[in-house]
Each structure stands twice: as C-alpha cells, then as structure tokens.
C-alpha cells in the first residue's frame, strides 16, 4: 500500500490566510476608492499592481457599493 502522508504547518497555514485577508481587504479599500470617485480605476490598478483590464474585470465582478 503506498500512502502519502503531508505535514500540516499551521504556522504556514496562518500566514497563507493572512496574506489573503491582506490582499482582499487592500482591493476592497481600492474598490470603495473608485467607486467613491477617490481615485480612478487606472491608478487603483497601479496601487493592486495588477493590469487595468483584470482589475476592472475583477472590480465588476466583486464589487457592490
């Protein structure tokens, strides 16, 4: 019987996650900035470091003020 059995790294783990939290919470801000009329939708994607076609794509998507 092969078996694979993988390490759980919480520590890893709980870094991943807060990184993602990070990263939704960062587009989140840029969204409500757009949105708001702050800032515009090619500097929000600068701020993303995304290119402008997938963070509007994105912005579309996910956002509702």
């Known amino acids: 019987v092969n078996m694979c059995i ?3 790294r919480e520590d890893l783990h709980l870094k ?3 990184a993602e939290g990070v990263t939704e919470g960062r587009l989140g801000m840029l969204f409500a900035l757009v949105a708001d009329g702050d800032i515009t ?3 929000a994607a600068e701020k993303a470091k995304m290119d402008l076609t997938e963070f509007k794509q994105l912005y579309e998507r996910s956002y509702t003020p």
């Open 6 to 8: 993988t390490e759980y």
């Open 16 to 18: 991943t996650v807060r």
């Open 41 to 43: 939708l090619e500097r």
